[in-house]
Every structure is written in C-alpha cells, then in structure tokens.
C-alpha cells in the first residue's frame, strides 16, 4: 500500500482525469494544477513525492517551470511530452528532469516509470554496492560484474559505463550525459565512442544483443538500463 | 493527372505577343514578294486569295490584333502593289473597288469566328482541367477521411456497446472490444503521425540531425517496432558485422524504414517472406527492403512514392502517405530512393544514403582490460 502523493501539472483536463484515475487505482495520492503557475505554488504548499510536468504548457514554459522547480525541488520529475520533440525532451532531462514519457503512453508503461523513478530517488542517498537486475549482478565495490552467476570480463571502460546504468536502472541517460561521465568534458559530441562501446557491452551481458532487454536504445535521446 | 493538363497547356502555348507580331509580318512580307515576282502568272486576283489564306492561317494560330494587324496590312500591299494601277493605292475599277472592301470583310469575319472557336475551346479545356482537381481532391479527402473515421467510429461504437449492454456482453467479447479499441487508438495515432510529418516536409523546415548511428542497431530497432503485427510473415535480417558507423538522422531513416516495412506487411499476403539488409557503399550507405509478394504493376510503380497515391489494386486502408513520408526523409538526407521488382517476383525498396563513415580503431578507444 503505497500513499506517495503525485503532482500532476498538464493543462488538459482529458489527460489530467486519465492520469487522476490510472494513479488512483494504484494507491497513489493525486493533487492536480492546470498550469505552470498553479503547479508551481501546489508544489511549494505541499511537497509531492514525484511530479508529472507535461512540457507543453501554455502560459508558462515547461522548461520554464522545470527550471523554477529544480531551484528547490529535489525529488522526481518526469516529462509528459508530444513525440518528435527529441530536442526537447533532451534539453528537459539535461536540465534535472527525472525521466520522460511521450503521449500516447499506455499506463503500464507510466506506472512503472513512476515507481522506478521513485526508488531511484530514494535510493540516491545509500547506494546499494550490489545491483542485481536480472540475469545481472554488478559489485560496485569489488567491481565485478556477472552473469548467471559467472563472471563477465569487462574493459574498464565498459564496466565504468556499466556502473553507471545501473545506478540509474530506469531512467534514461542522455548521450551528453554519458559521455561527459564516462570520457570527461568535451567529449560530448563524441556519439562513436558510445556507439562502439554499447555495442561491445551489448554482446558481453545480453542474451540476444539485438533485442536487447538491458541497455535500450532511446531514438534521438539516449538509453535506457532496465 | 493534372499536372500533366498543365504541362501540356504550357508546351502548347502560343508565343508571346511581340513574336506573334513579327511572326506575321515577316510571313505577310515573304509571301507578297513570292507573288509579286509570280504575279504575271497568277492573276492580281489570285494575289488576294493567297493573302486571305495567309491571314486566315494566322488567324488559328494567334491573337486577335496581331491577326487583325497582318489583315490591315495585307490589304494594303496588296492595293499597292497588285491592283492596277500598281505603285498607288489607287483603284482602277469599281469590280477591284468591290474585291478590296470584300476582301477586307472577308479578312474581318475570319478572324472573328476563328477567335470565338478558340475561346470556346479553352473555356471548355478550364473547366476539364477544374474537374479533374477537384476530383483528385476528392479522392484524397475520402482516403484522409477514411482513414480517419474508421478508427474513431471503432471507438465510439465500442464504448457504446460497452456501456449500452455492460450485462448482457461476455468478458471475452468486452476484452475484444477494448482491444479493438487500443488498435483503432493507434491507428489514429500512426495517422496523424503521417500527417504531421508530411505538413513539416511541405513545409521545408526539415533538417537532418546527423549523428553516428550503429545501422545494424537501427535494423533490430525497424524489426522490433513490427514485432507484434509481423507474427504471421517471416522477416529476415543478417547483421553486417563489418560495417562502419554512418552519420545519419537515426529518426528519420527509422520512420522511413518503418514506413516501407508496414507497407510490405500490408500489401502482402500472411505467411510472406520479409528481407532486410544494409549495406556500405561508395558514398554512403544502402538498406533494402524486399518481400516476396507480387511484385508491384508498372502502372503503380510509376506513382507509388506520389502523395496520396495508392495502389490501384487496393480499396480500402492506408493513407497514401506512407511512402511519399519515405522519399521525403531520404531526399532530405540528399539520398535516393527506388523500387525495383525482383526476378524472382516481390518488390524491392532501395534506398541510398550519402553518409560520412567511420570505423572505431580499438587505438582510438584507448581501452584496457579491466
């Protein structure tokens, strides 16, 4: 039984009572803004756990409101955003949103967002040295990495990027993002690093590399761990 | 279909008005001096005859005063020059008194006649060119329509049903409703998709975002998307694995694909074989897309990459979208696009890329065994 409040801020009424029910049935507690404004003081009444902010606003910004509400705000925010709008879903996420999903979404798809985004958040603070996810089992401490309980060798490169997934399992990373983690500042436009690196990692701790069930491919924004 | 009209108005068109001028000067000009010279042989006359055959001739061919001008003229060449007494513009006898004015009205109602023809004429050929617009814009509008309302009549009729006879209706059948209505939801969704691509082409705002993509990554990803409606065809893929990466728009070659691929699932029958491929060339790189359906007619071929063309063979389904979408975002990567029936029979999509390529040298990555 979970009682985490959500914030939803979207100004379509449609969107709002869909989201409003879907959560609902799912033990969550929902306060609803129907603009920038109104979601920007909800917010400050009453700190939600995680927030829904659609991008798409009309009277303020949502990058606009993203950016006030990060000045303050520390949990999770994810983006409801149209699809073909890569350059702004890049931009939200490099500029502190949680994880993104586009319209139309299906609300398995939302609700799981919601919950990884969720224990991600509470997770920052005491990171768990040993990540299981699947088949995978990543010491961060020791760092080894393995496979149906056999030992996966790995680059150093390859296990840096690996950590880095799975200490972001859920949530997607930007390709800037990864490249200035794992190669430092001014490699951001670099992609071919990350290209043949995915790739090789890919082949080293998937079942079937090209249907890849860990590191998923992003159109246009970057990748997902799960 | 009209552009076509058109083409074949603007080749057929007179030429401007200056030309017509001096076209039927120089005709009048050349003709009087070949008489003038056969005049004793033919009678003065005759002369005339020829020169209403002249103006006459002109009168088809051009506007009214150009025509109206060589009619002037030629009267009076050949008052001048022909009807004794000749060099004056003197008439002996009252008969020539009478040729001269007859040829004049003569001259006057050929001209007007010929030109009432001819506005008849292209009135009539407008309203022709009018029709077949509108007819085309018709088509497309019931295609769009279609397309459109099918889907929302599905959802609207399926939440009726539901909500009409919650009791009486089985758990199987509200499933299969629901369902249907996640399909038609989808459906609506892929297009208005195709609509908002094909307004942001028209529009020319489109610019590629080039970026490394791994294009055997792209192939699995093209695969993936049909997974669930390709249950009942056989796609083949065999990765490259000596392929560099290219610097391509990863989204809009995955729409691209996407968007043949569908049409390949659509336009073939249950159990057909499916076979992408990529491969590098000169310039850049190649995707291929075949199938082994039927292969598509000469008369289809010629259009099938034409906005709102469909396939003459198929009725119903599909927007017409699909692949002019395709073409767009290839030409917009400066690439090209074709499609060619097999041999063996089924249709092939080519498309070809410019791309820049790089292969990623293990000295490069300056990796070590960890």
């Known amino acids: 039984m979970n009682k985490a409040e959500i914030l939803i801020i979207d100004d379509e009424p449609q969107i709002r009572k869909l989201l409003r029910i879907t959560l609902e049935s799912n033990q969550y507690k929902v306060v609803q803004a129907a603009s920038g404004k109104e979601g920007l003081v909800a917010a400050a009444n009453h700190p939600p756990e995680l927030i829904l902010l659609d991008i798409g606003l009309p009277d303020k910004d949502g990058h606009q409101v993203l950016a006030e509400l990060r000045e303050w705000y ?36 939302l609700l799981a967002r919601i919950r990884s985004a969720i224990r991600l958040g509470q997770n920052m603070h005491l990171q768990e040295p040993l990540i299981t996810a699947g088949d995978l089992q990543v010491d961060l401490i020791a760092r080894v990495v393995k496979r149906n309980a056999e030992i996966v060798k790995l680059t150093s490169t390859e296990y840096n990027l690996l950590a880095l997934f799975v200490k972001n399992a859920g949530r997607v990373l930007t390709h800037q993002y990864i490249l200035k983690e794992i190669w430092g500042v001014g490699y951001q436009s670099e992609t071919q690093y990350l290209r043949v690196f995915v790739a090789q990692l890919r082949k080293k701790i998937e079942d079937n590399p090209n249907n890849p069930r860990h590191i998923i491919t992003e159109s246009g924004v970057g990748y997902r761990f799960s | ?26 005709l009048i000009v050349l003709v009087t001096i070949t008489c003038y010279f056969l005049a004793n042989l033919i009678g003065y006359r005759e002369v005339a005859l020829v020169l209403l055959l002249v103006v006459s001739i002109l009168a088809m061919l051009f506007d009214i005063f150009p025509v109206l001008t060589a009619a002037v003229l030629s009267a009076l060449i050949w008052n001048y020059f022909f009807i004794p007494p000749t060099h004056t513009f003197h008439v002996g006898t009252p008969e020539d008194v009478l040729l001269f004015l007859m040829y004049f009205v003569i001259a006057l109602i050929n001209i007007v006649l010929t030109s009432k ?106 695969i993936r998307n049909y997974r669930d409606s390709a249950t009942d065809y056989k796609i083949y893929f065999e990765q490259n ?95 090209t696009i074709r499609l060619k029936n097999k041999k063996a029979g089924g249709a092939e999509f080519i498309i070809e890329l410019p791309a820049k390529s790089m292969f990623v040298t293990d000295d490069e990555l300056k990796d070590e065994q960890g």
């Open chain 2, 241 to 335: 694995e000596n392929l560099p990466l290219f610097k391509i728009d990863r989204g809009l070659i995955e729409q691209a694909l996407n968007n043949i691929l569908h049409n390949a699932l659509h336009y073939t029958p249950k159990g057909s074989s499916i076979e992408l491929r990529v491969f590098q060339s000169d310039s850049g790189c190649v995707f291929s897309i075949s199938d082994n359906g039927k292969g598509i007619s000469e008369s289809d071929a010629a259009f099938i990459f034409d906005k709102f063309y469909r396939g003459a063979r198929f009725s119903t389904g599909g927007s017409g979208l699909g692949l002019s979408i395709a073409k767009g975002f290839t030409e917009a990567h400066n690439g």
């Open chain 2, 117 to 222: 023809i001819r506005n008849f004429e292209r009135k009539a050929r407008d309203k022709e060119g009018r029709e077949k617009t509108i007819t085309l814009y018709n088509t497309l509008i019931n295609s769009l329509s279609h397309e459109l309302r099918t889907p929302i009549s599905t959802i609207v009729g399926a939440v009726d049903t539901i909500r009409e006879n919650d009791t009486k209706l089985s758990e199987e059948d509200k499933a299969e409703l629901i369902n249907e209505i996640e399909i038609a939801g989808f459906r609506l969704n892929r297009q208005v998709e195709n609509l908002l691509n094909m307004s942001r082409l028209e529009a020319g705002v489109l610019q590629p975002k080039l970026d490394w993509c791994d294009v055997n990554e792209l192939m699995h990803t093209v």
């Open chain 2, 1 to 26: 279909m009209y552009e076509k009209n058109l083409a074949y108005r603007l080749k057929t068109r007179k030429p401007d008005t200056s030309t017509q001028y001096l076209i039927s000067l120089m």
């Open chain 1, 74 to 109: 520390h949990k999770p925010i994810i983006i409801l955003s149209v699809k073909d709008s890569e350059q702004d879903i890049i931009s939200a996420l490099d500029n502190g949103a949680t994880d993104y999903i586009t319209k139309p979404f299906r609300s398995g798809e």
